[in-house]
């Protein structure tokens, strides 16, 4: 089976504090905007009708693995199995591929803000790790063969079949990623965005730290020391620097404001690029369709 990279999307922007509005709170009540303290108020933003969701890559994955077993047994491989191991998987599967991501308007994660700062989660990383392990008895070198044929071993066979039917495969991979990107960067420079930054950034300072563009750059800042496996040194400082970040957060709405904008945004840009979204969504449906043929109604 074909390794896959791993990405650990961390947002790992904590701070403590109250859980009181304070006047920001009160300003977003009376401005109409979202009061947002927990990452799961920021769910359901118009583009996430067209994207896969974490469980979709999980089953198409499954059905991937299904096609894969499928075209090996129709070669002459009648045992293989539907989870394999192949010889040096453990340690490319160790070997993740850590992008260090995160949001303009940062984590609200108040907890971690304590323990970690800006560090990462490293029993979630470890439970992912373990999650990624290969499972299943070790391929034959006849098997290996036949899986990684050029041009039409098995796994790019169960790789292709899962997309059956898909007109743009470019598209439906790209096309919102894109999107989202150009969203974002117009998110961040809308006038209501610049004063919530602005308003967030005059509290660090005022709570003793130093002046930020965003949580965004707090959580990038060099001096945390970020190591390759993306985790920092977890200093006093540091800690105390992304519990004040949450802090202000909490107390002026800062995220309140950015899923404000952001859903406007990304509603207009939709309605902009109706018939491109909805080429997108129709090829998505298509792959969960033949993901839900393969696997049956058991999943």
Not at 47 to 73: G, I, N, V
Not at 74 to 91: I, L, V
Not at 104 to 116: E, K, M, W
Not at 167 to 187: L, S
């Amino acid at each position: 089976m074909a390794v896959a990279v791993a990405v650990v999307a961390l947002a790992a922007l904590a701070g403590c504090g109250s859980a009181a509005g304070g006047s920001g709170g009160d300003a977003a009540r009376d401005s109409g905007m979202p009061e947002v303290d927990d990452e799961k108020d920021l769910s359901g933003l118009p583009l996430e009708r067209y994207e896969f969701s974490a469980r979709d890559h999980a089953l198409r994955e499954r059905a991937t693995a299904r096609f894969t077993q499928r075209c090996m047994r129709s070669r002459g491989f009648a045992d293989f199995p539907r989870h394999w191991r192949e010889q040096g998987a453990e340690m490319s599967n160790r070997l993740l591929a850590v992008a260090i991501s995160t949001t303009l308007y940062g984590s609200l994660d108040l907890d971690a803000a304590r323990t970690r700062g800006y560090g990462i989660d490293r029993e979630a990383l470890k439970k992912f790790e373990k999650r990624r392990e290969p499972k299943g008895r070790l391929v034959t070198s006849a098997e290996y063969s036949t899986l990684h044929a050029a041009e039409d071993g098995c796994a790019q066979v169960g790789a292709r079949r899962v997309l059956a039917g898909v007109k743009d495969e470019t598209r439906m991979t790209a096309y919102v990623v894109g999107r989202r990107a150009a969203i974002d960067k117009a998110v961040a420079k809308d006038p209501r965005m610049r004063r919530a930054l602005a308003t967030w950034a005059d509290c660090v300072v005022d709570k003793g730290f130093k002046r930020y563009a965003s949580p965004e750059a707090a959580f990038r800042d060099k001096a945390w020391h970020r190591g390759d496996e993306g985790d920092t040194r977890r200093t006093r400082r540091e800690r105390d620097t992304a519990v004040a970040d949450i802090e202000c957060k909490r107390e002026h709405n800062t995220a309140g404001v950015w899923r404000t904008v952001a859903a406007e945004r990304q509603r207009r840009d939709i309605s902009r690029h109706r018939s491109a979204y909805e080429s997108v969504r129709a090829d998505q449906e298509r792959v969960r369709s033949t993901v839900r043929n393969v696997l049956g109604a058991g999943g």
